[in-house]
């Protein structure tokens, strides 16, 4: 919506709009969006799969769909990397030089993609890559040569970054609690908080376990 939104009028605040691949609205949804309930969304999102179907041979995960770059996807200037991260509480990952082969195979992009917000700053230069918090405090939690680096390796040094930022991950639950005007989602924020206090925990302990493992 972002990317075509000089084509279409923009959506009420909380209705989700539906495009199809080439930017045209999903037949069957409404042009001015809907709050969907979630069975529905579900619905229309399988049906857009039938109707546009990945094209054969195409990789099932392309690291470059997912490198941060608020012009290709369609936002404004000031919406970038490191903003990102503070909305979405995660780490900043930034490539730097040629990206090796293995770290762009869909079984290694499915064990990191989700833990970090990535960036690559251009080919030229040695292969590395840097794993930065921006909250509660900057700090550089590792920095890495790529240049005849295993794999496997690789993994654990992302792993043991993601965990100790998760250790401190700025919880967002409690300030909805406290704030008057958010009083009327207390039960379900409640909630919430007491799952991110189970995961910080988990973290402390060393427990936790990376998204999809």
């Not at 392309?62 to 990397?81: I, T």
């Amino acid at each position: 919506m972002q990317k075509h939104k000089e084509r279409w009028k923009p959506p009420t605040q909380g209705n989700q709009v539906l495009l199809d691949p080439k930017g045209n609205y999903l037949p069957g949804t409404k042009p001015g969006g809907e709050r969907y309930p979630i069975p529905e969304l579900v619905r229309h999102l399988d049906r857009a799969l039938k109707l546009h179907p990945p094209k054969p041979g195409r990789s099932e995960l392309n690291l470059s769909w997912f490198l941060w770059d608020p012009k290709r996807h369609g936002y404004p200037g000031n919406f970038g990397a490191e903003a990102v991260c503070k909305l979405d509480r995660k780490p900043l990952l930034t490539l730097s030089g040629p990206v090796p082969a293995w770290m762009k195979t869909p079984a290694y992009l499915k064990k990191h993609l989700r833990q970090f917000i990535w960036t690559h700053e251009g080919t030229n230069g040695p292969a590395r890559l840097s794993v930065r918090q921006l909250q509660p405090e900057a700090k550089v939690l590792a920095s890495l040569s790529l240049h005849d680096a295993k794999p496997e390796e690789v993994s654990r040094d992302l792993d043991r970054a993601w965990l100790e930022y998760m250790k401190v991950r700025p919880l967002v639950a409690r300030g909805y609690i406290d704030n008057p005007h958010g009083r009327w989602l207390k039960k379900t924020m409640e909630v919430i908080h007491q799952e991110e206090m189970w995961v910080r925990e988990a973290a402390l302990k060393g427990t936790l376990q990376p998204p999809g493992r």
